[in-house]
């Protein structure tokens, strides 16, 4: 869609049609909600002032990136957002061209951008990097070293700042409104370079001295003065619901021909009232009523998160030393509950995973028992330092893996396919899932008396109900659930226990069914014993193969001269698509009626 002509009125009405349609879609489909709504003048502005097709447009996250998905020729295809072979929820440029970077985890805007502006400086290029960045990604520390760099070596970047959440004092925000624009007007660079050549560098070294801190003075009142500090210009804030006002101050910081923050205030949900403001639950929905804002949520079994939730708490209860951080996910993870029942021993750091987790293996030296509740796909952000900080010194850390497996919707940058893969090689942890609500509960309590690293990982969603009585957990012991009468066992871990169970019910001979439980260490004794009995073993587990819970059974096999076969469920060298998690296992042949013909 070019924008590049129309007027301030017509733009004004293309907002408004481009949240008619946000509104509609993610109201049947679900989708990032509240964030992409409050950035809708801001796309606009981006739109207008640079040019999409040239100039790198970089969304952090990309949780705001439908407007820019509209205006970028997706219009009609929009109805497709999140489906299985749709639209992407986030940005993806075998998608689209107007998209230069595959976004889903936070904080790596800046960086991008850094990248970029050098590559267009070698290059010789008249490009400028245009960042859109929320005030949460703002919390991680990828972004100072970004800013850090970009300072120095002052290369341009306009970095829009779409602040939803941090609150400036009307007369404040006014006159440092005020003062920034004509920091940053174009007279004043002007006049501030002519008065530095002509006048300021021929002053006694005691006047210059002066006139440089008149200037310092006049910054040290606006808000910006840390990216100031940091060699990078500020300007705001603004309204970032004012489209002229936004278009206006963004054609001067792209004329500014170096890095420039542009500080904008917007509203979360702006557009729809009923999500206007701080509701999280507005954040990412499911789909709802527009009349009325209500859920059209499907009456289901409890989610294993809410599960860990009531395990954990419970263990809190009874024990002082039980301490626990999620990063910026708190009802994601269920630690909101925790937060607000134990608040001096539970806590959100924001968007810090590396934080969280060395903060934490300190705790455990001063001897509290840790529980690091995080999703799959974000651990992967502090692997150093569950190395580094956990894993040397063999600290009793518990790291709660929530949304192990597919996630659906959200895809490739969120599925938790990889926990086992990396975790597994490391000396000292020990990793074990639960494959029920009972066997969860069961497993937080075994977690405690632990006195290593350990990992537990555990579904998006619901466990399945299973007919086994679970024991309770013993270190490195698995639990054979079923004897068979055929030469197949059928080994499941964690969630991948109920596709075994869903396999063997509709297969037609009797198998054997074993829960693994442990990946690290492996239940030696008992797959000696079995593979005396059954010759054909079935591995069934929502992660990634290579590294995975067959590799570990392959290598003890190899190293026992087992004589069995196995055959691996687990997930091929690819990442996995968004969409309904039924339709990708579909896609993946991984359903229990396609593992049954593949057997």
């Not at 991008?112 to 290059?123: D, H, Q, R, T």
Request: charge should be negative.
């Amino acid at each position: 869609m070019n924008i590049k002509s129309k007027d301030l009125g017509e733009l004004e009405e293309l907002c408004t049609q481009i949240r008619e349609r946000i509104i509609d879609v993610v109201s049947r489909n679900g989708g990032h909600f509240s964030s992409t709504l409050g950035a809708v003048e801001l796309t606009v502005a981006m739109h207008k002032v640079f040019d999409v097709q040239s100039d790198p447009f970089i969304f952090d996250v990309s949780h705001q990136c439908y407007p820019h998905k509209l205006l970028t020729g997706r219009w009609e295809e929009f109805e497709t957002i999140r489906q299985f072979g749709g639209l992407s929820g986030f940005t993806k440029p075998k998608e689209s061209s107007a998209d230069y970077f595959v976004a889903g985890h936070s904080s790596t805007s800046i960086s991008l951008a850094v990248g970029a502006a050098k590559s267009i400086k070698l290059n010789g290029e008249n490009r400028v990097p245009v960042v859109m960045i929320g005030d949460g990604s703002m919390t991680a520390g990828m972004v100072y070293e970004a800013l850090n760099e970009l300072g120095d070596i002052k290369l341009p970047v306009v970095i829009v700042l779409n602040d939803n959440e941090m609150s400036i004092a009307k007369p404040i925000g006014s006159i440092s409104k005020y003062l920034s624009k004509i920091l940053a007007g174009k007279f004043y660079q002007k006049l501030r370079d002519r008065i530095d050549k002509s006048i300021v560098q021929k002053l006694p070294e005691g006047a210059n001295y002066i006139a440089k801190k008149i200037e310092e003075s006049i910054k040290l009142i606006t808000p910006g003065v840390i990216f100031e500090e940091m060699g990078i210009d500020y300007i705001g804030p603004i309204d970032g619901h004012n489209l002229e006002e936004i278009i206006e101050t963004l054609d001067i910081a792209k004329g500014l021909n170096k890095p420039v923050i542009v500080h904008a205030k917007t509203i979360k949900g702006k557009g729809y009232e009923i999500a206007e403001g701080q509701n999280e639950k507005w954040h990412g929905v499911g789909p709802f009523n527009v009349e009325t804002g209500e859920f059209k949520k499907k009456a289901a079994a409890k989610a294993a998160t809410a599960v860990y939730a009531d395990a954990l708490s419970a263990l809190a209860k009874k024990y002082d030393n039980v301490v626990g951080v999620t990063a910026a996910m708190p009802s994601g993870t269920g630690i909101d509950r925790l937060m607000a029942e134990f608040p001096n021993r539970f806590w959100d750091v924001a968007i810090a995973e590396q934080h969280a987790v060395t903060s934490m293996a300190a705790m455990a030296k001063e001897g509290f028992k840790p529980y690091i509740t995080i999703y799959s796909t974000f651990l992967q952000r502090a692997f150093d330092q569950v190395i580094h900080d956990v894993c040397i010194m063999g600290l009793p850390v518990v790291f709660a893996i929530d949304r192990a497996g597919i996630v659906g919707n959200d895809g490739e940058t969120h599925q938790g396919a990889f926990d086992i893969s990396y975790l597994r090689f490391l000396p000292n942890m020990i990793l074990f899932a639960p494959r029920d609500n009972q066997s969860l509960h069961q497993a937080i309590d075994f977690s405690y008396k632990l006195d290593k690293p350990c990992a537990i990982r555990y579904p998006r969603g619901a466990f399945k109900e299973l007919k086994y009585e679970s024991n309770e957990f013993e270190l490195g012991k698995a639990q054979l659930l079923k004897e068979g009468t055929s030469n197949k066992l059928f080994i499941g871990y964690g969630a991948g226990v109920s596709k075994a169970c869903d396999t063997e019910a509709l297969h037609e001979e009797d198998i054997a069914i074993l829960d693994l439980r442990f990946v690290k260490p492996l239940d030696e004794e008992i797959l000696n014993e079995l593979a005396s009995k059954y010759n054909k073993w079935y591995v069934f587990s929502d992660s990634q193969k290579q590294g995975g819970v067959a590799s570990a059974i392959l290598e003890y096999i190899n190293k026992a001269k087992l004589c069995v076969s196995v055959d691996s469920f687990e997930f091929e060298d690819h990442f996995i698509v968004h969409g309904e998690t039924l339709k990708v296992e579909e896609s993946l042949e991984l359903t229990a009626k396609q593992l049954v013909e593949k057997i």
